[in-house]
Every structure is written in structure tokens, then in C-alpha cells.
């Protein structure tokens, strides 16, 4: 367990070092596509921390040995090892650790089927390439998950058609790929403000391509 946290750790100093290198030079650039993949490669890159600069922190922590010369009949020297300490620190920081990922986990599965339904509350039909669900719940806004494309009645008669193009840009991008990456980072490294801001910047780019898309669609 503990090489784990180790790991997490490492991995959260190198995506925190890619989030402000990114949001310094490129978040207040108007290029979505190219934004995403950049994020992206933060989280590939963030996993490589580990293997190619992992620092054994044990090291620095192992008992070490104590040679005490005392001046005796036999001129020998005694030897003694430093006994070990059995320390609760570690398992409390693992226990803090696997507590705080099971209920970022919890909270991630208790919001999957809140969504799922919703969608499968209204009347569903199969289109080219996605499912669109019409639901009577006026206060919900549209969203998209996977290929399923969820809409109010209300939201689809006032201006369906410019949703749809919208949610349809999601489904064709597969963002909701990218959002169960950036969950599953916020899962194992919760402790770490950087995967929460990671995440909203992948769902910032998320929102700028599809508008752009409908834009140069002339909507």
C-alpha cells in the first residue's frame, strides 16, 4: 500500500508541475482541439513520474545500525541494531487515503446513476449514431453521456435543432472518454487540487469545440 501512495504522489506533483505549465501558456488560447490533446497528454505524461523519477523515500526512514565502542576488558566492540519502533502513522495515512478515494468513488457511482435515470425516465429514440431521450423535467439541462443525448420537451421545441448539433459534437468527439479519465484520476489522487482543475479545464475545452462546430455550421 504504501508504494502505491508513493506513486500517487509522484504522479500528483507531475500533473500538478503540466497544470500550471498549461494553464500559464495555453488555457487562454482559442484552440479547443488542440487544448484537449495537450491535457491529455498531461494525464499520459503525469503516469510516467513515477517509473522515471521515483525516489525511494524508505531509504531515508530504514533503521540504521549503531556500533557502540565501549572500553572494555576484552577490548571488544559491542553491536547493537537500533530497535525498531512500530509505528500507526502509516496506517492512518493509508487509512485516510483509501477512505477519502471510496467516497470520491461513491460519489462518482451515486452521480453515473442519477444520470442514467434521468435519461431513462423520458421517451427514448435511436438516431444515426446516438439516442436522444425527451424528458418532461424542465429544470434539467441538456447533457450527453456515452451516445445517449438527454433534452427537456421544453429545451427541444424552443431550439432542439441547435442542441442537438451541440450534444451531437460531444457524442462524435467522445469527451465522455475523456471526463471517465479525468474521474478516475480524481478518484486516486482526490487529495490533489490539480486533478479537480484538470478536470475543469478538459470540461471548459469540452464546451468551446462543440460551440465552435456549431458556429461553423453557421447556427
Known amino acids: 500500500m504504501g508504494t502505491f501512495i508513493i506513486f500517487t504522489l509522484e504522479t500528483s506533483l507531475a500533473l500538478l508541475a503540466g497544470y500550471v505549465v498549461y494553464k500559464w501558456l495555453l488555457a487562454s488560447q482559442n484552440q479547443p482541439g488542440f487544448n484537449r490533446l495537450v491535457l491529455l497528454a498531461i494525464y499520459a505524461l503525469s503516469l510516467l513520474a513515477y517509473p522515471l523519477l521515483h525516489i525511494d523515500f524508505r531509504a531515508a526512514h530504514e533503521p540504521s545500525e549503531v556500533v557502540f565502542d565501549l572500553p572494555m576488558a576484552s577490548g571488544a566492540a559491542i553491536v547493537a541494531a537500533e530497535p525498531h519502533k512500530a509505528s500507526i502513522v502509516p496506517a492512518i495515512i493509508a ?9 470520491v468513488l461513491l460519489s462518482t457511482f451515486a452521480t453515473a446513476m442519477r444520470l442514467r435515470r434521468v435519461a431513462a425516465s423520458g421517451l427514448i429514440s435511436r438516431e444515426r449514431g446516438y439516442k436522444l431521450a425527451i424528458i418532461h423535467n424542465s429544470e ?80
Open 95 to 103: 487509512g485516510a487515503y483509501i477512505s477519502g478515494a471510496v467516497a
Open 140 to 219: 434539467i439541462a441538456p447533457f450527453s453521456w456515452g451516445r445517449v443525448i438527454v433534452m427537456s420537451e421544453a429545451d427541444y421545441e424552443e431550439s432542439g435543432n441547435v442542441i442537438l448539433a451541440h450534444e451531437r459534437a460531444h457524442v462524435a468527439k467522445r469527451h465522455f472518454l475523456d471526463l471517465m479519465v479525468a474521474q478516475a484520476f480524481c478518484v486516486l489522487m482526490w487529495y490533489n487540487p490539480a486533478s479537480w482543475l484538470m478536470l475543469r479545464e478538459l470540461r471548459a475545452v469540452h464546451e468551446y469545440q462543440p460551440d465552435a462546430q456549431v458556429l461553423k455550421a453557421g447556427i
